[in-house]
């Protein structure tokens, strides 16, 4: 009988966790595992402070007198997309279906809410295949898998967290097989130890073992192009799930041809090559899609707009055969920049970008290796507005060289082009083996960093910010982006961006300034927590990297 495979993915917390308890219960948990929690804790006190107060304005009597009352509940209400599985999910099932092995899936916040779903799923197979994608550390990670481990099965643990934690592997009593790499080659090789019992690596890839664990890494693929790898099938998904979906996620690269210097993109996979599906093969697949009655592809490539004459073939492929698909992507500013490309973009069906402007210092893009001006950020974000492709922007606050001058040069820029939507977030050195934390990096720039303790956001500081002051650097740069609406806070407009109007903008930037000013009550409790946490992260971060030095302006 062929082995009975559990697929699960999802994060510690998600969308899916109703009681607010159990995902409480869940952080604590992975707090136990951590140390050095100030920094976190504050950077998510700050986060619930702008839902709570959306969450009580929305109740409040001044919201139902508002006139932009009419425009949120517009925005609140669009029709939802409704929950899509994980890509991770889709095409896992779809590689294990192939390989002949019966799947299940589900998510680990089912499994942690669902005690007898738990015990009903694991008792009825053999092995698990556990996603850490979206699984911060091993803080998270342990707990979550140490729930699934039974005698009788096997658990195989890969994605994004396995192939950072993979060099410095210690072993766990969780997890039978450590998985690395491209999962198109790994499955068939795990599929054949399912049945066998006998672990041989695919024939590009190699197998380590450390701390007590082996180690499977896929090794490449042959050449730049992608095209040979099967794309996950969204109709398998359908029928595990026994509904229909409107949107489907897509992939279209592995790494990213550019080094950012925060960023471990181009080195996931154990692979360090940009490579890429053809235009023709994205047309073939999203047809595919289309003809199976979703409406919307989500691109989770770091870059979509990457190779640019790839993008260019791909949009004229699309409208030569009048495609209706609507879809979104990542961008960078300076393919945006170009007024054609970006009008090509839309013609083809793109309704959203998502943009890592980072920042608006040319200085501190330097610093990043981001290959990008402020200009060609402020450039594109005003093509969008021209062709009416929706934008979402991220800056990072903190970086090094960053001070409050250079947070103020990021506030102008968006000022002077308004994104519709933002996100502003902190510095963070949790992601190791990333360019900037390099030993000549850290030195070049003055960078200290907490490293070697499991921390959910490690400590840091520099000659120009510390970590001590960099949430109140984030709040403040996001309420004068609410005050002056420049755009909107995207954590507080998440749900439902896709339906999101143009027309209703100004009503709702009007109703994102209201939740800031209001709530005084609300405001108080957390400025009294604030402080409470301030001190502990002050103290601690003198404790671990030393005093503290003044903020230089
Ligand atoms: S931030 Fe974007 S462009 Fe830069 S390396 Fe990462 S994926 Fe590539």
């Known amino acids: 009988m062929s082995p009975r495979v559990l697929v699960v993915t999802g994060g510690l917390v998600s969308a899916e966790d109703t009681d607010l308890l159990e995902a409480l219960r869940k952080q604590i948990a992975a707090l136990r595992g951590s140390q050095a929690v100030w920094l976190d804790l504050q950077i998510k006190l700050h986060?619930?402070?702008?839902?709570?107060?959306?969450?009580?304005?929305?109740r409040s009597e001044t919201f139902r007198r508002a006139s932009y009352r009419e425009a949120v509940e517009r925005f609140d209400g669009h029709a939802p997309?409704?929950?899509i599985p994980e890509l991770t999910e889709v095409a896992l099932a779809t590689l294990l279906e192939h390989e002949g092995l019966e799947v299940e899936c589900t998510t680990y916040s089912k499994l942690h809410a669902d005690a007898s779903l738990r015990e009903r799923l694991l008792a009825r197979t053999d092995a698990v295949f556990a996603s850490t994608t979206l699984l911060h550390d091993r803080a998270?990670?342990?707990p979550m898998l140490a729930m699934l481990k039974r005698p009788h099965n096997k658990v195989v643990a890969g994605g994004a967290l396995a192939s950072m934690l993979h060099a410095t592997w210690e072993g766990s009593s969780a997890i039978d097989l450590l998985a690395v790499g491209y999962g198109e080659m790994l499955v068939p090789a795990i599929a054949r130890w399912l049945?066998?019992?006998?672990?041989v690596a695919p024939e590009r890839g190699r197998i380590e073992e450390r701390g007590g664990t082996p180690i499977l890494f896929s090794g490449v693929p042959e050449g730049r192009v992608l095209d040979a790898l099967p794309a996950p099938d969204w109709?398998?998904?359908?029928?595990?799930?026994?509904?229909?979906?409107?949107?489907?996620?897509?992939e279209s690269v592995r790494g990213c041809p550019y080094r950012c210097a925060f960023c471990n993109y181009p080195y996931l996979f154990d692979d360090t090559k940009f490579r890429y599906r053809s235009a023709e093969r994205i047309d073939a697949d999203w047809a595919a899609l289309e003809a199976q009655g979703i409406e919307y592809v989500s691109c989770l490539d770091s870059l979509f707009t990457m190779p640019r004459k790839r993008l260019q073939e791909l949009c004229r492929r699309l409208i030569a055969r009048g495609s209706r698909l609507k879809w979104i992507c990542y961008a960078r500013a300076d393919d945006?920049?170009?007024l054609p490309t970006a009008q090509l973009m839309k013609d083809a069906g793109c309704v959203q970008v998502q943009i890592g402007v980072e920042s608006g210092s040319d200085v501190i893009l330097k610093n990043m290796n981001k290959a990008c001006t402020a200009d060609e950020n402020r450039r594109a974000l005003i093509n969008c507005r021209k062709v009416g492709l929706t934008s979402l922007v991220t800056v990072i606050v903190g970086f090094p060289g960053e001070t409050r001058e250079t947070v103020d040069e990021t506030y102008a820029l968006l000022a002077s082009a308004p994104p519709d939507v933002f996100y502003v977030v902190a510095f963070s050195t949790w992601v190791e083996g990333v360019p900037i934390l390099k030993d000549e990096s850290k030195k070049k720039?003055?960078?200290?960093?907490l490293g070697g303790v499991p921390s959910p956001a490690p400590y840091w500081r520099h000659p120009g910010m510390s970590c001590t002051e960099v949430s109140h650097e984030v709040k403040r740069l996001n309420e004068k982006l609410i005050e002056h609406r420049v755009g909107l806070e995207g954590f507080l407009f998440y749900r439902g961006l896709l339906g999101y109007d143009p027309a209703d903008r100004e009503a709702l930037l009007d109703f994102q300034r209201d939740v800031m000013r209001g709530q005084p009550i609300l405001r108080g409790i957390v400025r009294g927590l604030d402080a409470f946490v301030h001190r502990q992260l002050v103290r601690d971060v003198e404790?671990?990297?030393g005093a503290a030095r003044a903020m230089s302006a």
């Open 47 to 58: 986060a619930a402070e702008r839902l709570l107060a959306a969450d009580r304005h929305r």
């Open 81 to 83: 997309i409704g929950e």
């Open 140 to 142: 998270e990670m342990d």
């Open 195 to 199: 049945r066998t019992g006998e672990l």
């Open 235 to 250: 109709r398998i998904a359908e029928r595990v799930h026994g509904r229909r979906f409107r949107m489907a996620h897509y």
């Open 336 to 338: 945006l920049c170009d």
């Open 445 to 449: 720039h003055g960078l200290v960093t």
């Open 543 to 545: 404790a671990r990297l």
